[in-house]
């Protein structure tokens, strides 16, 4: 063999090896996702995309698990000699006081009570609370004194009774739907001369908005003492029930006879509840599956609720990168902030809805497939994002499967897409 034709048997050898080249085609329309894209069944896969467990806590995957801010608003009714809550600086002060500590609560979540000897993990509850922003008022923040003669007061029994009444809401309550309009009021001071006035730290949530009653019982330097009953508040307005009754939809929170404190005997003989959705005297614990409700509402579609989280996973973020090493399935709804990469030979399994962010990309490696069993991928910001980048390297390819009915919505070329089987 001369050396010649040795040269060319390498260069023969060398560009056939080159030819198993990656090649990425981008799919940004529906027309060219359905084309590539597998049917394998008219049926979705069985998938409850509503089941608070699907939402407890995962370690494993923090870039769809960042925090959720919930924003409010401050309210501090009053009759018009402004007498009887606070007012300016101090409003702000108790305002902001208590948020802190209903945040720190939210933290620093402690483990269940019952049922006793439980080894029930404790999650950080993943939310917080943040104080609005409005530059029309003198301290810059969200903080109103609402004057009303008639509805400033707040009484949870007896004589008057209006705990119930959405009167200061209707009047009063700012972007309903985009805020938590937190009413802090007081009691009425010729009552509390009443004896056997309920005078005790009390509220109640309505709709997207909450009422607390008391605030003027205590020091602004005591506003931490309203953060249990201000946390178990929104936590009725993000989908959580009482949790001493069976039917709160928790398999963690054992039922029990709602008990303030413990005592010497009787029902309330020995440890009692500390769940922050019972009445008892420590209301601070939030079980896994309690969570996973508050979850599963904040990512609920065209929940009432999620209106009240801060938007913040519509701007793409190229540290939030999704990357599937084991074959996944995900049965929930996420909000991602970056792409998604299904790595070589593994399996991702879309059930239900996911947010893309402004441009960001599901990229479906050589070898990896991505079922979308019944999912809807879009973008929950009005704006499109980057379609499917689906890799190959010679006979090996990434794949997309269908299962029933997929929705992908806001591809950056052509309408929203629906895709049936048949
Ligand atoms: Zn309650």
């Known amino acids: 063999m001369t050396n010649n034709v040795l040269v060319l048997l390498l260069i023969i050898l060398f560009s056939t090896s080159c030819s198993k080249k990656l090649k990425t085609v981008n799919l940004t329309s529906i027309v060219d996702v359905d ?79 019952l049922p006793e000897g439980n080894n029930t993990p404790v999650y950080d509850a993943g ?42 809401i209707k009047k009063f309550a700012i972007k309903k739907d985009s805020l938590l309009n937190f009413f802090a009021m007081a009691y009425p001071p010729d009552s509390l001369k009443v004896k056997g006035f309920s005078s005790g730290r009390a509220g109640i949530a309505l709709g997207t908005s909450l009422k607390i009653a008391g605030v003027r019982k205590y020091t602004i330097d005591e506003a931490w003492k309203f953060a249990s009953v201000s946390n178990h508040e929104i936590g009725h307005v993000f989908g959580l029930r009482h949790s001493w009754y069976k039917s709160d939809g928790c398999d963690d929170t054992p039922v029990h006879p709602n008990c303030w404190q413990s005592a010497e005997s009787g029902k309330c003989e020995g440890v009692i509840s500390n769940n922050m959705m019972d009445y008892n005297n420590i209301q601070r614990a939030l079980s896994p599956c309690q969570i996973g409700i508050v979850m599963k509402t904040m990512h609920k579609e065209n929940a009432r609720a999620r209106g009240l989280v801060k938007k913040d996973w519509c701007e793409y973020n190229p540290n939030k990168t999704l990357i599937v090493r084991k074959d996944l399935e995900l049965n929930r709804a996420i909000d991602m902030k970056g792409d998604i990469i299904v790595e070589k030979n593994v399996t991702l399994r879309l059930s239900c809805r996911t947010h893309m962010p402004a441009g960001a990309k599901i990229i479906v490696k050589p070898g990896a497939k991505l079922i979308l069993n019944g999912a809807k991928i879009h973008n929950d910001c009005g704006q499109s994002w980057g379609g499917f980048d689906i890799q190959s390297n010679g006979s090996k390819k990434g794949v997309i499967e269908y299962f029933g009915k997929v929705k992908i919505e806001n591809l950056p070329n052509g309408q929203t897409g629906e895709s049936d089987s048949e």
Not at 89 to 105: D, M, P
Not at 106 to 113: D, E, F, G, P
Not at 130 to 145: C, I, P
């Open 35 to 113: 084309e590539i894209a597998i049917v394998r069944s008219d049926k979705k896969e069985k998938c409850n995309c509503e089941d608070p467990i699907a939402y407890i806590p995962d370690d494993r995957f923090p870039e769809f698990q960042d925090l959720k801010y919930v924003r409010v608003n401050f309210h501090f009714p009053n009759a018009s000699n402004k007498k009887y809550n606070w007012t300016g600086e101090k409003a702000v002060t108790f305002s902001e006081k208590l948020i802190k500590s209903c945040n720190y609560q939210l933290i620093n979540n402690i483990k269940m009570n």
């Open 127 to 168: 939310y917080r609370m943040e104080l609005e922003e409005d530059k029309s008022t003198s301290s810059g923040m969200a903080v109103y004194e609402d004057v009303d003669d008639e509805n400033w007061y707040y009484i949870k029994k007896g004589k008057g009774k209006n705990n119930y009444s959405k009167a200061i």
